[in-house]
Structures are given as C-alpha cells and as structure tokens.
C-alpha cells in the first residue's frame, strides 16, 4: 500500500471514529437488522424478523451476540472497515483505469462525500453492499470472472438493487461464453443458499424480491416521492465536485471505459425511475462517480491541491452531529420483566424489547392494517403496545380517505381496554405506552 491511500486511509478512520463517538442514534433500518442478528444467532428466540430484507448484513450482524460483544460496537466496527474498504477500491481501481493523481482525488472525494461518511455510522446496508460492487469490479477489471460472480452476488444479499451489477458484467462479457459462464456460475452457488431458504421457508423462491419491490412503492411513498431528476440535483447539492463527472464520462468513453459508465449511469437510471428517492441509495454508484468526477477535474484542470481543498471545506460546510437520542420510549422494555407479547409501531422499540415482539407497522400502515390490529387486539389480548405518531409505523397515507377513520377505532379499541403506563408528548409526535388492565388474569 503506498503512502497517498494509506494517509487518506488514515484520517478517513479518525474522522469516522470521532464521528461514532458523538452520533450515537440508531435508525429504523439498523434497529431492523440488528434484531434480525439477534434473532438469527438466538434460532428465533429473540428478536424479530422481517422477510423483505436481504440476509447478508443480518447475518454478518448475528456474530456480535454470538460472540458476546455489544451489538452496536460490532456493527459500527464492520460498518467502519467497509468503509475504508471502499475508499481503498476506489484508489485502487481509479489507478488501473486511469493514474494515480485520479486514483487519490478520487479516493478523498468518496470518503468526504457527506452521505457516504454519515452513513458510517447509520449502520444501513449500503456500503457494505458497495463494497462487494467494488470487489466485483476489481475482479472484472482483472478478468477473474468467477470471483466476480461471487462478490457480485455478495453485493446482491447485501442489497437487492445491486443485482444490476451482475447485468452489466454480463453485457461486457458477452464475447466470451467462457467468461458469462463462470460470472454465473460464482453468482449462482452464492445465492443458492437464499433462495432455497426463501422456498422452505415461504414456498416461493423470488416472492420476498417482488414484495420488496412492492415494499418501496407504498411504505412512506408520500414522504420519499421525488421528480425524476432528483438524484441529479441532490448530487450536485452533496458536492458540486460532481458536475466533473459529466467530463468524466466523454473522457472515460473516449478511453473505452465502457464497464465504469455503466456502473454509474444505469443504477441511477435504474434509481431516478423509482418513485422512492433516498440520497443513501445514490452511496451505491458514488465510488464510480467519484472516479469519474476526479477523472474529469483532472483532465480540464491538472490542479490537484485546490481540488482536495474544495472537498475538505464543502465536507465541513456540510458536516452536522445530531444529538445522541434519550428518549426513554425507545428504550422502555430494555430491563422491562414482561411475559406477553409486546405490539410495536418502530423497529427501535422492538429491538430492545427483544423477545415476544410483534411489528404494527410491517409491511405498511394504513386502513385495512387499522382495522386488522383493532380485531388483532380484542382477540389476542397483547400485554403492551408501544406507538408513536412520528414516523411511518402508524402514519395514514395521504391518498388512503379511510385510514382516519380505521385509525380513530383502532385508538378507541387501545384507550378502552388499555391503560397509558408510560408517555411523552410533544409539538410534532405523542410517545406513548400502553400496558392491559388485569392482563394476569387473561394469561
């Protein structure tokens, strides 16, 4: 490793570990998989499920309880090395395509784009989903199709989106029958395992991959509806660097770089075509757009120290830390004695609820889920119900006329048979927690 990645390398780690210390929140989607970890490493004991979500982090997430070390700290230390990871594959696969000035420009630039660092610690699949993209197209550049096929897969049971990538390598491979055959070959013995778990354990092998799609469309459709053109914007808004990739592009194309263009252009298509837009989802394609932008500032500019001086002052123009979150609802059940099952509209509540959970808000609230959970609650008499009104747990959907009406006669059914044993209001969201009278005598 030569001196230029190993600095960057370096001060990357700094900045991530002050950055873990200070933001200590933890998200819907990691509260998520880390009680999916849980639940793998306890054999369903612990924890909870959800089918729509890929396996691979889960299960990467699994080896903290099972071999005892705080769940967070693990996640945020394999996270963390993913990262890094990242930013190496980047340099090293920007030197191979074009020079070392570009593999280092675009090397910072990744590492100090504000999403991919925050993200860091968010504990969400992206960049280990990206990382595996990273390695497959190391191995492609280097004509290992087999291993191409398995981290291609690896990126796929981190991410489904990212099977688009086995795509792409396809199409670029077509020439040779040789090279699709043992592209396929190494995808395939990877996500046999998932499939087969997929069928024995819901009778359909691809019926979890057409429910996450369906998933993306309804979930809080209304608060990640975007134009278009979003991604676009937003990525000029994260750095205006990134206006360079446009050069980059006619560059790389002059240079039959053919593979790197598409690995940045199709999954945006691929993403700008979806109507849910988050900015976490452009992290997938950021390590090809930021070779691509380097590539192009350095064949229009030649400067190099004034590029690494716009990133380092746009990266602390953007930088925020957000205060660790206290709110005891989240973690109410953590040292709680209960012995019922326990009814949750965040994953977070649930996580540390660990055992007897079952998830009001999954897939989706809105009226038929009211009216199933109101029924659910007068025949199965749960012992707690944990609800907030903040986020899409218990959110109707705008263009759902009924949801307020089934949603006012779930809240009925709850205040009539249950009493408020914990709760916090505030201007923008009511905690609350609800625990059944008598629920002794209903065992």
């Not at 190496?88 to 920007?94: H, K, N, V």
């Not at 087969?196 to 429910?211: C, D, R, V």
Request: aromatic share 20%; net charge neutral; glycine share 4%.
């Amino acid at each position: 490793m030569d001196r230029k990645i190993a600095t960057v390398l370096i001060i990357s780690l700094i900045t991530r570990l002050i950055y873990l210390f200070l933001d200590k929140n933890i998200w819907w989607d990691a509260a998520v998989y880390l009680a999916m970890g849980e639940h793998i490493a306890s054999l369903g004991q612990l924890g909870f499920w959800e089918p729509i979500r890929p396996l691979l982090w889960p299960f990467l997430l699994s080896y903290a309880y099972i071999l005892n070390i705080h769940p967070v700290l693990w996640a945020s230390i394999l996270s963390t090395c993913f990262s890094l990871g990242c930013i190496y594959l980047t340099y090293e696969i920007a030197k191979r395509l074009f020079n070392d000035r570009t593999a280092l420009l675009s090397s910072l630039l990744l590492s100090f784009t504000w999403t991919f660092f925050f993200f860091n610690a968010r504990l969400y699949t992206e960049i280990p989903a990206v990382f595996f993209a990273l390695c497959a197209y190391w191995y492609f550049l280097k004509e290992k199709h087999f291993e191409t096929g398995i981290c291609t897969a690896l990126a796929f049971l981190t991410k489904f989106p990212e099977g688009i990538i086995l795509i792409i390598f396809i199409v670029f491979s077509l020439r040779s029958i040789k090279k699709v055959f043992w592209l396929v070959l190494g995808f395939t013995i990877m996500v046999i395992p998932y499939f087969a778990f997929n069928y024995f354990a819901y009778g359909s092998l691809i019926n979890t991959l057409i429910f996450a799609q369906e998933f993306l469309k309804y979930a809080g459709i209304w608060i990640f509806q975007k134009p278009w053109y979003w991604y676009a914007l937003a990525m000029l808004k994260e750095n205006f660097l990134y206006v360079f990739a446009l050069a980059g592009i006619i560059f790389a194309l002059y240079r039959k770089k053919y593979t790197l263009v598409a690995l940045t252009l199709i999954p945006l298509l691929y993403f700008s075509h979806m109507p849910h837009k988050e900015l976490r989802f452009a992290i997938l394609f950021f390590p090809f757009l930021a070779i691509l932008a380097a590539y192009g500032y350095q064949k229009i500019c030649k400067e190099t120290t004034s590029f690494i001086v716009i990133i380092l002052l746009l990266f602390l123009a953007s930088a925020y830390v957000e205060v660790a979150d206290t709110n005891p609802y989240f973690t109410y059940f953590k040292d709680k004695d209960t012995q019922g099952e326990i009814l949750v509209t965040h994953p977070l509540s649930g996580y540390y609820a660990k055992e007897n959970v079952t998830l009001m808000y999954y897939p989706w609230f809105n009226a038929s889920q009211a009216e199933y959970w109101a029924n659910y609650i007068q025949e199965k008499h749960p012992q707690y119900i944990s609800l907030d009104t903040c986020e899409g747990g218990f959110l109707c959907p705008p263009q759902d006329v009924s949801c307020k009406e089934e949603q006012g006669q779930l809240l009925n059914t709850i205040n009539t048979t249950y009493n408020i044993e914990w709760q916090r209001l505030t201007p923008y969201c009511n905690y609350v927690i609800y625990a059944r009278t008598n629920f002794t005598s209903m065992k």
